[in-house]
């Protein structure tokens, strides 16, 4: 399972050249990710490509990931990242995040082999709009949401009626700051 891992991050790494070269600079080193009930670890060759590590082996960084930051991770939602544990080499981590945001998988390139460039390439565009048809309505979906529960039956209150709030009880605190200096000054006459 592991090979198989390093295989598939291998593949993503060459379809850009440029990662092997940035990667290759950490030859020898290892990282390992846990993944609660997993734990991976991968050795970086001289040609930037990753090969498995065995479990006893000391890693030079170390990322501790909660299995729920996975789906934000796919979205590269930066908050996520930084709810990552990590320790160790800094320098491999910043690499390993940098890759994790800036490499993508060309899917056209791997359909080409079996459909053929025009049918991969259509397939792909397919895909991306099918992709983004399901976010819009997702958000369009929860804005209506929002829109019901503080329209129609208001169960969530609208920051606006928040911030309202928020100046009127300052500003009551503050009348009674002054009435009590009011008060104080004329029980001392």
Same mark, same amino acid.
């Given at each position: 399972m592991f090979s198989l891992s390093a295989a598939t991050l291998n593949h993503l790494l060459s379809q850009s050249g440029w990662a092997l070269a940035r990667l290759a600079k950490f030859s020898?080193?290892?990282?390992?990710?846990n993944?609660?009930?997993f734990s991976f670890a991968y050795t970086v060759l001289d040609d930037g490509t990753l090969r498995a590590?065995?479990?006893?082996?000391?890693? !030079?960084?170390?990322?501790?990931?909660?299995p729920s930051l996975l789906p934000l991770l796919a979205l590269k939602d930066e908050r996520a990242f930084a709810?990552?544990?990590?320790s160790g080499d800094a320098a491999l981590l910043a690499e390993i995040f940098y890759l994790s945001r800036n490499l993508r998988? !060309?899917?056209?390139? !791997?359909?080409?082999?079996?459909?053929g460039d025009i049918a991969a390439e259509r397939l792909v565009?397919?895909?991306d709009?099918?992709?983004?048809?399901?976010? !819009?309505?997702?958000r369009n979906f929860s804005e209506a949401l929002a829109e019901y529960w503080t329209e129609e039956r208001p169960l969530v209150a609208k920051s606006a009626h928040i911030n309202s709030f928020v100046q009127q009880v300052d500003a009551l605190r503050d009348d009674v700051a002054r009435l009590e200096q009011r008060i104080n000054r004329l029980s001392k006459k």
């Open positions: 020898g080193k290892t990282a390992r990710f993944i609660a009930p590590a065995e479990k006893e082996v000391n890693a !030079d960084a170390s990322c501790n990931i909660s709810q990552i544990q990590t998988w !060309d899917a056209a390139e !791997d359909l080409s082999r079996v459909t565009l397919l895909a709009t099918a992709q983004q048809q399901i976010r !819009d309505s997702a």
